[in-house]
């Protein structure tokens, strides 16, 4: 399936959805995407005073995670999105911006973070070498989001798109959400593009038998 990932379209669809994605988010996982967050974050032992991006950060969520342990700048193309990190996060640092034209040079970063966000870039390979770009050596970047499209993934195809439907008056987002989830590369295939790009395999976490996957990769 040809799943229709125009930046303004995305944009524009975050925004829509961002005064009840976080809402959604904790009644969709009963929560868990929250607990699944702080043990990818525990998995990259981020070390004091590091300088950490958070690519496609949204609502800031691994932001509030990481704390003071690192310096941290959230990154995000919906200017909604942004504004609600900000208020979650009111003293740490957002900026509008697109991540396959990261607005650094190259080596800033000890850490890049990803969550739940490559699965919508229309041009992914691109953002991967930008996130590449920007990592210092030995610099890693964790990336986070669905996994093995299992049991557990039919399921959310199932209930998702409905419950949106009844609680946000939301169907059309949210199929975009699972038609995205099933044509996004399961976690072997994905280690594999970030090799291609120059990355090497650290770890990964599954979570709910795998079906959502944190993986740990290294610029050597
Ligand atoms: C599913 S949300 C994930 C938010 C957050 N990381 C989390 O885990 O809850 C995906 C985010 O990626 C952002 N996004 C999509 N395309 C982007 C791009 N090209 N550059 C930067 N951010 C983008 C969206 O605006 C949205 O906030």
Redesign the pocket.
């Known amino acids: 399936m040809n799943i229709d990932k125009n930046?303004q379209k995305?944009?524009k669809m975050?925004?829509k959805i961002?005064p009840y994605?976080d809402r959604m988010?904790n009644i969709m996982s009963f929560g868990i995407?929250n607990f699944v967050?702080k043990k990818s974050i525990e998995a990259l032992r981020i070390k004091p005073n590091s300088m950490l991006l958070?690519?496609?950060?949204?609502?800031g969520?691994?932001t509030k995670i990481i704390g003071k342990t690192a310096k941290v700048i959230g990154?995000?193309?919906?200017p909604e999105?942004i504004k609600l990190a900000k208020l979650k996060n009111p003293n740490k640092a957002f900026m509008l911006?697109?991540?396959?034209y990261l607005p650094f040079k190259d080596e800033e970063f000890d850490y890049v973070t990803?969550?739940?966000?490559l699965?919508?870039?229309e041009d992914r390979d691109k953002?991967i070498k930008e996130i590449f770009r920007v990592l210092k050596h030995d610099g890693k970047f964790l990336h986070?989001d669905f996994g093995k499209h299992n049991f557990g993934s039919k399921l959310f195809d199932l209930f998702i798109p409905k419950l949106a439907k009844i609680l946000e008056k939301d169907e059309e987002n949210y199929s975009y959400l699972i038609n995205s989830k099933n044509n996004f590369p399961e976690p072997d295939a994905l280690i594999e593009e970030f090799g291609e790009c120059g990355f090497e395999y650290i770890t990964r976490k599954d979570f709910i038998f795998g079906t959502i996957s944190s993986q740990i990769m290294i610029k050597n």
């Open positions: 930046p995305i944009r975050f925004d961002s994605y988010n995407h967050k958070d690519i496609c950060c949204g609502t969520d691994f990154l995000d193309c919906s999105m911006g697109d991540c396959t990803a969550g739940f966000g699965r919508n870039i953002a986070l």
